[in-house]
């Protein structure tokens, strides 16, 4: 198995000018990659390959200021850029059969398949990442979640000698990075490393990346992976304690218990597609007492306040009838 180090550069768009594409294309697009970078590793953390292109963007055509500042990539070596459609399919040629995807932090992954998916090209194999500034964290104790590369780096003694910002150099510093972690250990502990306390994180409904959205937010709460959800950790049907409580930030919260593993709060946080449909990060958790009884808390003042509401309401909805 090969582990390939990953590194994006991209260029973002004038404010208005993404929303205006977004919306025409009805799918997400924060930026487009203009320069994929990437280092090859065998299965003894040997650099064995590398890759680099320039790739032409087709929405945001014209280079951000910052973006060319920052990466040194002009408007004339952009337009020189092959179409991505060319560049995906060489790069997962280099990719080969069988690899995972090193990357340093979260965000190069979702923006490759951002600009995928924007150009109609398939994702799937873009499944298997890994993020090394998660196994840096841990495997250092390090309480600081989110270091740069140049800390992690500087604290493995490694010089920088070419400059950054160029998607293959810190594909290749990230890649010198991960031959000081324990990757493969790491990788096959992954799950436990993330450290978040969830059992379920997934985003359901997300037109945006593809997904069939949910025509409104009903149909989600009666989709039957929340209606009647399975317990992550047993896999038996979650017995439902609570009605979906609808919070501050289109939050819907709902108390559920499963024999074994006792009570879990069921999390939906609602947002909007670029379709009008709607789409929601989906989290499973457990829930200690102390959270029950501050939700409980939460669902009686919101009754409290409806029925308040409700008998001000009431008097005028009469006169109005007259
Ligand atoms: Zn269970």
């Not at 457990?286 to 308040?308: C, H």
């Amino acid at each position: 198995m090969y582990y390939i180090s990953l590194d994006l550069e991209w260029n973002q768009a004038y404010a208005e000018k993404a929303i205006a594409v977004q919306k025409q294309i009805a799918c997400r697009l924060r930026g487009e990659v203009i320069q994929i970078g990437a280092v090859k590793l065998d299965g003894n953390m040997r650099i064995c390959g590398s890759y680099s292109v320039i790739v032409k963007p087709r929405f945001f055509k014209k280079i951000h200021r910052h973006v060319a500042e920052l990466t040194g990539i002009s408007q004339a070596k952009m337009d020189l850029g092959m179409s991505l459609y060319e560049a995906a399919e060489s790069f997962r040629r280099f990719c080969d059969e069988d690899f995972v995807f090193l990357t340093w932090g979260p965000d190069d992954i979702p923006m490759l398949k951002e600009n995928l998916h924007a150009n109609g090209i398939p994702t799937d194999w873009l499944e298997r990442t890994y993020d090394l500034q998660v196994m840096f964290a841990k495997e250092n104790n390090d309480g600081k979640k989110q270091r740069s590369l140049e800390y992690a780096m500087e604290f493995y003694g490694i010089k920088q000698t070419l400059p950054a910002h160029d998607a293959l150099n810190d594909a290749y510093f990230t890649a010198l990075v991960a031959q000081k972690l324990q990757v493969k250990e790491d990788v096959k502990n992954y799950h436990l490393l993330t450290g978040d306390d969830f059992l379920e994180n997934t985003v359901i409904g997300d037109a945006d990346a593809g997904d069939a959205g949910y025509a409104t937010v009903a149909k989600m709460l009666d989709d039957p992976q929340n209606l009647n959800p399975v317990c992550p950790l047993c896999g038996k049907p979650l017995e439902r304690q609570t009605k979906p409580f609808h919070s501050k930030g289109q939050k819907y919260i709902s108390l559920f218990h499963c024999k074994k593993d006792g009570d879990m709060f069921l999390t939906l946080r609602v947002s909007k597609n670029m379709n009008e449909t709607y789409r929601a990060k989906r989290t499973v958790a457990k829930a200690t007492e102390e959270d029950i009884n501050l939700l409980k808390q939460k669902m009686k003042e919101s009754a409290a306040y409806k029925r308040a509401r409700s008998r001000r309401r009431k008097p005028k909805a009469e006169a109005s009838a007259k």
